[in-house]
């Protein structure tokens, strides 16, 4: 069973950071891509930033220049680092990895349960 669990959410002072991470778990073949996505309240979802397996990483408007995505292929693990935090960022930080668990599976999309993160004075 392959299960995303993402940690390292909590409250923070506008201006200050974060470090997101999830972690992989169960029998993974190969990861295609894995991203955040962040919901708040009275929003609808939205994507925050991807990175495929080569690397290549992509941002929402709203966080390019304060947020960074990275890997850690060894542990499986994916990072969000959160810069210059605004109460705008406000939200449930969810991790999503598009994966195959062996050669004869197709792509399939996971989902970790989210964590909280809260910018507020």
């Known amino acids: 069973q392959v299960q995303l669990v993402e940690s390292g959410g909590g409250l923070v002072q506008p201006g200050g950071s974060l470090r997101l991470s999830c972690a992989t778990s169960g029998r993974i073949f190969r990861i295609r891509a894995m991203g955040w996505y962040r919901q708040a309240p009275g929003t609808e979802r939205e994507l925050v930033a991807t990175v495929t397996s080569g690397g290549s990483t992509n941002y929402a408007d709203s966080v390019k220049g304060r947020f960074t995505i990275s890997r850690d292929n060894g542990k499986n693990t994916v990072y969000l680092e959160l810069n210059s935090l605004k109460p705008e960022d406000t939200a449930v930080y969810y991790c999503?990895?598009?994966?195959?668990?062996?050669?004869?599976?197709?792509?399939?999309?996971?989902w970790g349960k989210g964590t909280l993160v809260t910018v507020s004075s």
């Open positions: 999503t990895g598009s994966l195959a668990r062996s050669t004869y599976d197709p792509w399939k999309d996971y």
